[in-house]
């Protein structure tokens, strides 16, 4: 009964982070207006799904941080209880912000039902620099790492943009003598591609400029699966090693039972997560999602690799706020409400898993 308890919250908070978490990759494409809502959430599901599977062979190191060892004494980690006070922390937590839109960590909400649990059960021996050193710097630094590289490379990416072909429609008049010794004006179209810096307004011209950057809408696409794929790279092996715990879950069937409920959760449930942060941080165009996405995508690829607990969601969202900067464009209320929700987010975990503790032992 136990064991099944504990698999029941471990699915629900699967099913939370994917409706908090799904949509980040997919938020630039909606933002930008290239993709529709839908259609954007299904390339990130299906690109989540597969960074999940990929996850099993080469995330083993988040796998091993997230099972609290170093943080709480290793026979805790191991305790059905302690496991279920942690997950249904972290659930309650996420899904508290998602019903009200807010793009919050499960990497932090993780890290808080540890904390909480573990001064619970055994407060003398919870390690809090062990968990400083091993995760809170990481997490902290990484939105800023994050907004730096964002600040780089999107105006870097407006000034590719700009070097586009454009097409410059030329009209000319005639002069045509007719009785009353007029001029009958008769346009000329004159096409012909020239760099968008030389393709400028002048006198009875007039410019039409080509989509000649189709290349950066493929990009975008391209960066939004990539982000997505990080992210269930990422934040699978966290989820899973709730499961592995028990011992009654190999690392293949942890993750696979946390896939798919991360799937369902990110398709049914994201809709508010995904207007925060597609259209109410700032307003963006291709070129600046394309930076967004890049950045995120590999920072968090990079991170996976080396066990490196770092939060998709404050990568890609810090992100969106070197965007925000860049265009000067940035909803600061909003940008606010965010900051405040990172800050709660993990004592808010500590407070609910350090309640639910007694009552699950």
Known sequence: ????????????????????????????????????????????????????????????????????????????????????AVGLSAGVTIWLATRFGLPVSTTHALLGGLLGAGLAANAASVSIAAASKAMLLPLLLSPLVAMALSLAVVPWLRRRRAAAACVCVDSAADSMPDSANLQLARAQLSLGAAASANCQPGAGRDIRILRASAWLDRGHLLSAMAVSFARGLNDTPKIAALLFATGAFSLASASALVILPMAV????????????????????????GLGGNLVTSLLVIIASRFGLPVSTTHVSTGALFGIAIENRGGHWPVIRNILLAWLGTLP??????????????
């Open 265 to 288: 959760g990110g398709w049914l449930a994201s809709a508010r997560v995904a207007e925060t942060l597609a259209y109410k941080i700032t307003p963006m165009d291709a070129s600046e």
């Open 1 to 84: 009964m136990t064991l099944f308890l504990i698999a029941f919250i471990t699915l629900l908070l699967a099913a939370a982070n994917g409706a908090n978490d799904n949509v980040k990759g997919a938020a630039t494409l909606i933002g930008s207006g290239l993709v529709r809502v839908k259609p954007a959430l299904a390339l990130a599901t299906l690109a989540t799904a597969l960074g999940g599977v990929v996850s099993i062979f080469l995330a083993n190191g988040l796998l091993a941080a997230f099972s609290g060892k170093g943080i709480v004494p290793a026979e805790l980690t191991t305790s059905l209880p302690f496991l279920m």
């Open 348 to 361: 808010l975990a500590a407070g609910v898993a350090y309640l639910a503790y007694p009552f699950m032992a």
